[in-house]
């Protein structure tokens, strides 16, 4: 590409010498003609003047006698000058009474004079002096003289005022003058072009000739490692060449060490893989490296070298960031600059780079001239980092929240809650039986039912709600500012919770099974004095879990009563744990009879008395246990207790009629992989007889796992365990299962035969279950007994053993034993 920087200075000199001539002349040449224009005009105005002044006088004599043959020759003769335009005497009233154009008689002058001015005009006639006008862009010098035209004949009036206009061209007197004017600028041209060329042979001989030389020896050093500069011109070139000289010397020797240093540096960052940018602020030109425009999936010629080849590729989220970055370390704000951002890639995706550079010239006054940055492709880094910062707060089923995110959003939104005065809710929901449709359809369709639960829950969700899954079947949902007013936001609340529990409640379809499922709802308003997010995260479990033990399937609002009932729960959670710790608790026995009131078996009963509680319900306590797990710990110390009491009353010789201590066994106990094992180990580690136990198991346990239910059935029958199906009839449709089960016995639920007099249906019932034992050749034990038509009631429809408050309730060990060996086994 042509450049004026390479023209050599012979030729620039001349060339330049040439033009400055030139434009010298031609700006001398141009203020002369200028000059000489307006003199011309002036000299022409001034002649034109005092020629017109004696024509004024003589007009004003001819016309002041009406003596207009006179004045026209006057007229005449005064217009044979050829430049003249035009000559007429105007009345007052504008009209043209005299021309030396006939054809301009008796015409308005304003009409047909090409310059006539009227305001000049009127101007002549009121200050009775001469007006000249120079028009110097059309050639014209016009003068406007006052004129006595004397007064009419008809008139006696005095004598009226006219004028005289002329109009003088100056086109031809200018053509003479600018001729000679022409013919000195080309002598001058001459002599000035003769002065430059000596002056430009001086400067070729005296710069442009050493400078050349200079040129020459200077190439060698690029082309010879030992070419050197020997000065042998005089003056400033001569310390130039000499500077030169030791300049070389220094270049030579640091040119090899610059071009190991460079290979080093290349060979690095070919293998990190970094691009490099170099932006010279002072010429707005980038240098892109070849593995940055690679990175970008660019060839080497497709990148040119502006700045905007980086700006127009960043993300326009990330664009002022990035830019702010690099201003501040401009400004000397920051000691380097760096910005992790993405570029676009040539295919249109997106990577995350990380930039970091960092001025490395700046001006005399201190401003940035060159920067240099390193780019480093961290995509994969970056999506890694994403994905654990997604997997840290969302759950991996539903792809909701998780309690860390949800309590982070909930921090944020008591603080705004607390400046805006707005009241928002926690709404905490919980599935109601989803475990059943685990153990019906396998994890597998509970995990897509999960799925589709947050699809409901999500949709029509606004992004300033979360939507969280906090494990299991509960999820939550955070709606900030739903009122000012307290009571407002509650009632808001509980619509939205409703709405809610209608939206799963429609029926889902897995593996072509309908499910209909329910919603327990627990809400917690926010903000509250001094309340965090785990805070309000416990009170809406509290205000959910009071539901759960009181109204399943409805909304409940945190209140502090459930609050005392969640620590009346906790304090006496710690208590049983402390009275199991310490043996505190008692194993009581409800005696057992046959037809003819005969003690034939006990019931083991577990009861407890605080110190401060005094007796505290089996019914408040159990339910407890089977919530924090302290079931397990309960069922084997009672297992335990009942174990090493028979074994003591084997001892003493127990009666004959005497054949089962029964020992109630939680789902939770029996489901244990563990459960054969523990019972065996207990039993051999009390001595007792294991024929003589009998272990009560629920309706649910014999249709959880048939197969597993029955090989730990099974497996204790072996050593003569008995086991009988406690309260039968008010759990599961379980009679299909009852002849593949090795069971022996079933017990008649109380609340059957607590309402036996009424004549209702328990009646029947608790025959077909009488008359299906006998037929599974199952025993039968009726339970609740408290009033002799009972007893009567159930002796006729064949049942054999009974238990009951009729009889007896259950015994502390010392008063039972005395009634079991004391011969107190019938009652009178």
Request: aromatic content about 6%; proline content about 2%; glycine content about 4%.
């Given at each position: 590409m042509f450049s004026l920087k390479r023209i050599s200075l012979s030729v620039v000199i001349p060339i330049l010498a040439l033009v400055l001539l030139l434009i010298a002349q031609g700006l001398l040449l141009a203020g002369t003609l200028n000059e000489q224009k307006q003199q011309l005009a002036k000299d022409t105005s001034v002649s034109l003047l005092n020629s017109a002044y004696q024509l004024q006088q003589t007009l004003s004599d001819s016309l002041s006698r009406h003596q207009w043959n006179i004045a026209e020759r006057q007229l005449t003769l005064f217009a044979l000058n050829h430049q003249l335009d035009s000559l007429q005497i105007i009345d007052p009233q504008g009209l043209v009474q005299l021309s030396n154009k006939r054809a301009e008689k008796s015409l308005f002058a304003a009409d047909n004079a090409n310059f006539f001015n009227s305001d000049l005009f009127q101007q002549v006639r009121e200050t009775r002096s001469p007006i000249k006008q120079i028009l110097a862009k059309q050639w014209q010098v016009n003068l406007y003289l006052p004129l006595d035209m004397g007064p009419r004949e008809d008139s006696l009036r005095r004598p009226e005022q006219g004028a005289i206009f002329v109009s003088y061209n100056l086109e031809n007197s200018w053509l003479v003058k600018r001729r000679a004017i022409f013919d000195e600028a080309v002598k001058s041209f001459i002599y000035m072009s003769i002065a430059m060329s000596l002056l430009v042979l001086m400067l070729n001989r005296l710069l442009v000739q050493p400078i050349n030389r200079l040129v020459g020896r200077t190439r060698q050093i690029q082309t010879q490692s030992n070419a050197q500069i020997v000065a042998k011109s005089q003056g400033e070139i001569g310390a130039l060449e000499h500077a030169i000289g030791k300049m070389a010397d220094g270049i030579h020797s640091s040119f090899a060490q610059l071009q190991r240093s460079e290979q080093r540096w290349q060979f690095a960052l070919s293998g990190s893989g970094d691009g490099i940018w170099d932006w010279n602020l002072i010429t707005n030109t980038v240098y892109y490296s070849p593995q940055w425009k690679a990175m970008l999936g660019f060839q080497e010629h497709e990148i040119g070298e502006k700045i905007e080849e980086w700006e127009s590729r960043i993300h326009p989220e990330d664009l002022d960031k990035t830019l702010n970055e690099l201003r501040k370390h401009l400004k000397k704000k920051t000691k380097v600059y760096e910005a992790m951002h993405r570029v676009r890639h040539r295919d249109g995706h997106y990577l995350w780079v990380l930039s970091r550079g960092m001025v490395v010239e700046r001006s005399e006054r201190g401003l940035p001239s060159r920067v240099i940055s390193t780019q480093t492709n961290i995509s994969e880094v970056r999506s890694a980092q994403e994905l654990v910062r997604f997997q840290s707060s969302h759950d991996d089923i539903t792809r909701l929240s998780n309690r860390r995110k949800l309590l982070e959003n909930l921090d944020l939104e008591i603080e705004r809650g607390r400046k805006n005065n707005k009241i928002g809710a926690l709404i905490y929901l919980d599935i109601d039986h989803f475990k059943n449709v685990n153990d019906m359809l396998g994890h597998a369709a509970g995990d897509l039912l999960l799925r589709l639960i947050a699809h409901r829950l999500r949709e029509g969700r606004s992004s300033a709600e979360t939507v969280a899954r906090l494990g299991g079947d509960e999820f939550a949902l955070l709606v900030p500012n739903l009122s000012n007013d307290r009571e407002e936001a509650q009632y808001l609340a509980s619509q939205?919770?409703?709405?809610?529990?209608?939206?799963?409640h429609k029926e889902f379809v897995i593996k072509g099974n309908q499910i209909s499922l329910n919603l327990t709802t627990g809400v917690a308003l926010f903000p509250n004095q001094d309340s965090n997010a785990t805070e309000i995260l416990r009170q809406a479990d509290i205000a959910l879990y009071h539901g759960k033990d009181h109204e399943r399937s409805s909304v409940h609002?945190?209140?502090?009563?459930?609050?005392?009932?969640?620590?009346?729960?906790?304090?006496?959670?710690?208590?049983?744990?402390?009275?199991?710790?310490?043996?505190?608790?008692?194993?009581?026995?409800?005696?057992?009879?046959?037809?003819?009131?005969?003690?034939?078996?006990?019931?083991?009963?577990l009861r407890w008395f605080d110190t401060k509680l005094g007796w505290i319900s089996p019914g408040r306590f159990i339910p407890l246990a089977e919530e924090n797990g302290l079931i397990l710990m309960l069922g084997q110390w009672v297992m335990r207790s009942a174990?090493?009491?028979?074994?003591?009353?084997?001892?003493?010789?127990?009666?004959?009629?005497?054949?089962?201590?029964?020992?109630?066994?939680?789902?939770?106990?029996?489901?244990?992989?563990?459960?054969?094992?523990?019972?065996?180990?207990?039993?051999?580690?009390?001595?007792?007889?294991?024929?003589?136990?009998?272990?009560?198991?629920?309706?649910?346990?014999?249709?959880?796992?048939?197969?597993?239910?029955?090989?730990?059935?099974?497996?204790?029958?072996?050593?003569?365990v008995r086991f009988s199906v406690d309260d039968f009839g008010t759990g599961y449709s379980s009679l299909a299962y009852l002849n593949k089960l090795p069971?022996?016995?079933?017990?008649?639920?109380?609340?059957?035969?607590?309402?036996?007099?009424?004549?209702?249906?328990?009646?029947?019932?608790?025959?077909?279950?009488?008359?299906?034992?006998?037929?599974?050749?199952?025993?039968?034990?009726?339970?609740?007994?408290?009033?002799?038509?009972?007893?009567?009631?159930?002796?006729?429809?064949?049942c054999t053993v009974y238990q009951g408050f009729y009889f007896s309730e259950a015994l502390e060990p010392e008063i039972f034993e005395e009634r079991l060996f004391v011969g107190q086994s019938a009652m009178a």
């Open positions: 939205i919770a409703e709405q809610l529990g209608r939206v799963i609002v945190f209140s502090e009563k459930m609050a005392d009932e969640i620590q009346e729960r906790h304090q006496l959670t710690k208590l049983m744990r402390h009275a199991l710790e310490s043996e505190d608790m008692v194993a009581y026995f409800q005696p057992r009879y046959n037809a003819n009131y005969e003690m034939v078996g006990a019931e083991t009963l174990c090493e009491t028979l074994k003591t009353w084997q001892d003493r010789g127990l009666p004959e009629n005497f054949k089962t201590l029964s020992i109630n066994v939680s789902p939770n106990q029996f489901h244990r992989d563990t459960f054969v094992q523990e019972t065996l180990d207990i039993i051999k580690a009390s001595g007792c007889d294991p024929r003589l136990i009998e272990l009560e198991i629920t309706e649910g346990v014999l249709v959880d796992n048939v197969q597993d239910t029955v090989r730990k059935i099974q497996a204790l029958r072996d050593i003569g069971i022996n016995c079933l017990k008649i639920d109380k609340s059957f035969v607590s309402e036996l007099q009424s004549g209702g249906s328990e009646c029947a019932i608790i025959t077909t279950i009488i008359s299906m034992a006998e037929n599974l050749d199952l025993e039968v034990i009726a339970e609740g007994v408290e009033t002799e038509y009972q007893l009567e009631f159930l002796k006729y429809r064949r």
